[in-house]
């Protein structure tokens, strides 16, 4: 196998680190994507908003915004402690 030796200019300690953000952010953005597609597609921000919070003066896109995000903090949550978890308890220390 042939290996390039490319000056990325990053330090070699932060590419793991890097990798296992991306490993859990990517993954967890394509979920927020999909589960926000499926949950939107049967309730319309503005009639949650007035169940919800009346009082919020929201926009249906903000309404979107903000539950994507949302979607994403918790897809992301969840990939984080599931690479937590696979880590081994003496790399944790």
């Given at each position: 196998?042939?290996?390039?030796?490319e000056?990325s200019?990053?330090?070699?300690?932060?590419k793991?680190?890097?990798a296992?953000w991306?490993?859990?952010?990517w993954?967890?953005?394509?979920?927020?994507?999909?589960?926000?597609?499926?949950?939107?597609?049967?309730?319309?921000?503005?009639?949650?908003r007035?169940?919800?919070?009346?009082?919020?003066?929201?926009?249906r896109?903000q309404g979107y915004?903000?539950?994507?995000?949302?979607?994403?903090?918790?897809a992301?949550?969840?990939?984080?402690?599931?690479?937590?978890?696979l880590t081994?308890?003496?790399?944790?220390?």
């Amino acid at each position: 196998m042939h290996e390039r030796n490319e000056p990325s200019g990053l330090d070699p300690v932060w590419k793991p680190v890097i990798a296992r953000w991306g490993a859990i952010l990517w993954p967890s953005f394509l979920v927020a994507g999909v589960a926000t597609m499926v949950f939107f597609a049967n309730l319309d921000p503005e009639d949650l908003r007035m169940a919800t919070f009346p009082e919020w003066d929201l926009s249906r896109r903000q309404g979107y915004t903000l539950g994507f995000f949302m979607f994403w903090a918790a897809a992301a949550a969840s990939s984080w402690l599931s690479a937590l978890l696979l880590t081994p308890s003496s790399r944790r220390r």
